[in-house]
């Protein structure tokens, strides 16, 4: 009788172990599935990237490696893109709605003269790419905001400046790639970040 009883806990063991291992593969693909879908769904429901949001976060990338370097002033120059219909604005840090049109593909098309900051830069410093104009109040803050980026800049007083990236008006609408110089100028605390065609 201790014999059997033995047997069976041993079975009982030796069943256990084998359901584990197959409820550790079933989570694995279970996980692995989920991840796929998720995937495939971001890619079908994204909005498709002309290039345009690819090159607001080489933008913010660079800025901030220029807020890492030690010299008060500093500058670099890179190519730069924006596709047809878009528009970057830099909004300074604080809670106003201080911003400087960096770049608009079709310069003097979107008329408008106010901007409300989109929730996601926060007090932050962002650059935000907008297809369209942007919102104007609280409610619509978000209106046209395709992809806003403050990556490196949180925490820091920044106030933009820029003439405009593009303002020739007759410019080639199949050439939207410019050369683009970025400026740093750290007084006090404050960083002013000038960005200007070369």
């Known amino acids: 009788m201790h014999a059997i009883f033995f047997k069976k806990n041993k079975k009982g063991f030796e069943w256990q172990i084998s359901e584990m291992i ?6 694995i693909l279970l996980i692995a599935l989920v991840a796929f879908f998720l995937k495939l769904q971001s890619a079908l429901f ?24 030690s010299p008060d002033q500093d500058s670099k120059i890179i190519n730069y893109f924006i596709g047809e219909d878009k528009m970057l604005l830099g909004f300074d840090t604080g809670a106003t709605n201080d911003f400087t ?9 979107m008329m408008f003269s106010s901007a409300y900051r989109p929730f996601k830069c926060g007090d932050s410093a962002c650059l935000c790419l907008y297809n369209g104009v942007p919102g104007t109040t609280s409610p619509n803050s978000d209106q046209n905001v395709v992809d ?43 960083y002013n970040i000038d960005i200007r065609s070369t």
């Open 46 to 69: 994204a909005e498709e990237d002309d290039g345009s949001i690819a090159n607001l976060k080489r933008l913010n990338e660079e800025i901030k490696e220029l807020l890492g370097t």
């Open 148 to 190: 806003c980026t403050s990556g490196g800049m949180s925490g820091k007083n920044i106030i933009f400046s820029s003439p405009g990236i593009f303002p020739i008006p007759n410019l080639n609408p199949n050439n939207r790639i410019r050369q683009i110089r970025i400026e740093k100028n750290k007084q006090g605390d404050t």
């Open 22 to 27: 197959v409820f550790f593969f079933g989570a």
């Open 101 to 109: 049109i960096i770049a608009q593909s079709k310069p003097g098309q």
